[in-house]
């Protein structure tokens, strides 16, 4: 009876554990961080093994190496001044959040980042940037 008692409770933490949300807020969080700091490195430890990037119109699904050396290039051309996201959203599976970004070009781009549960973790699966 104790065997069963002691599975029941196990199985019992190990439902909650797995029922708790992933804290979006905190990715979004880093994420702006990473952003703002035009570091395509970091931002690219959020990447899956392919993302959807559509960046100023040119549109693709990358593995996470070519997705990174894309976002190198992109920040090079259009380096960050400033960067915060205006609106997100925590939906059970997939979260979004919407930001601004000014370049030091004096440019301003909007930014959509669509991250998307995967196990424990969140992934960025899709990263827009168009022209505001």
Not at 16 to 42: H, K, L, W
Not at 105 to 114: A, K
């Amino acid at each position: 009876m104790k065997k069963y008692q002691l599975f029941l409770l196990i199985a019992c933490v190990a439902c909650t554990a797995a029922a708790q949300p992933v804290d979006s807020r905190a990715s979004f969080d880093a994420i702006e961080t990473y952003v703002q700091q035009g570091n395509a490195a970091a931002l690219s430890a959020w990447f899956p093994d392919t993302v959807e990037c559509n960046l100023l119109g040119e549109e693709n699904s990358y593995s996470r190496t070519q997705a990174t050396m894309i976002l190198k290039d992109f920040f090079e051309k259009y380096p960050p001044a400033q960067f915060a996201f205006k609106h997100s959203s925590d939906k059970r599976t997939v979260k979004y959040a919407i930001g601004l970004l000014e370049t030091q070009n004096n440019e301003q781009l909007r930014v959509t980042i669509l991250l998307k549960d995967k196990g424990d973790d969140l992934k960025i699966q899709q990263l827009r940037i168009e022209k505001e």
